[in-house]
């Protein structure tokens, strides 16, 4: 059965940082691309970043470009998305998901809250 | 980048009903749509992926139609367990993986 699992969200101030894990089972994590898409408090998804099998390639959305760090540790079958100089409308629910075909996201965990606030 | 509009943005109807949703692309974007069910604290779920494919496990109810720049999801008889959230997705030209704005399906 395959399972995302994401963890370390949190509540951090403006301007701070916050590291989230996504750990993987249930399929050979070192074929697949991975992302992180997010939810925003009744907002809709949106993708924040894609990182390629081997962790070489990496792509962002321009809201979270030079902010937001998304790497992987295949040894481990987790996926990261270090995330700093957070900002109020980073607030959101953090998904991770399996990247099928580089095309579609198959499978995806139940998300992690950020909220960033003083 | 490619803009995904989606509409309805809510739609209300009663169990037994068929229903559409549309959405349509900024530019061509062949068979590249995928279709997602998210529920309120819960993982979205991939329903439809290039446009016209049923992931496995997926009730035959759902479907999807589309090509170029117009794209459709149907729920034909609707199940109380169809209540939710739908997007669409591009992924014919990425990054980003351009999702459109959702349509909230809600019983009547």
């Known amino acids: 059965e395959v399972q995302l699992l994401e963890s370390g969200g949190g509540l951090v101030q403006p301007g701070g940082s916050l590291r989230l894990s996504c750990a993987v089972s249930g399929f050979s994590f070192d074929n697949y691309a991975m992302t992180w898409v997010r939810q925003a408090p009744g907002k809709g998804l949106e993708w924040v970043s894609e990182i390629s099998e081997t962790g070489d390639s990496a792509h962002y959305a321009d809201s979270v470009k030079g902010r937001f760090t998304i790497s992987r540790d295949n040894s481990r079958n987790t996926l990261y998305l270090q995330m700093h100089s957070l900002r109020a409308e980073d607030t959101a629910v953090y998904y991770c998901a399996k990247l099928e075909s580089k095309t579609w996201f198959d499978y995806w965990g139940q998300g992690t809250l950020v909220t960033v606030s003083s | 980048d490619i803009q995904m509009t989606q509409s309805p943005s809510s739609l209300s109807a009663s169990v037994g009903d068929s229903v559409t949703v549309t959405c349509r692309a900024s530019?061509?974007?062949?068979?590249?749509v995928n279709w997602y069910q998210h529920k309120p604290g819960k993982a979205p779920k991939l329903l439809i992926y290039?446009?016209?494919t049923l992931q496995s496990g997926v009730p035959s109810r759902f479907s999807g139609s589309g090509s170029g720049t117009d794209f459709t999801l149907t729920i034909s008889s609707l199940q109380p367990e169809d209540f939710a959230t739908y997007y669409c997705?591009?992924?014919?030209?990425?990054?980003?993986?351009?999702f459109g704005q959702g349509t909230k399906l809600e019983i009547k």
């Open positions: 290039m446009a016209t």
């Open positions: 530019q061509t974007i062949s068979a590249y």
């Open positions: 997705q591009q992924s014919y030209s990425t990054p980003p993986y351009t």
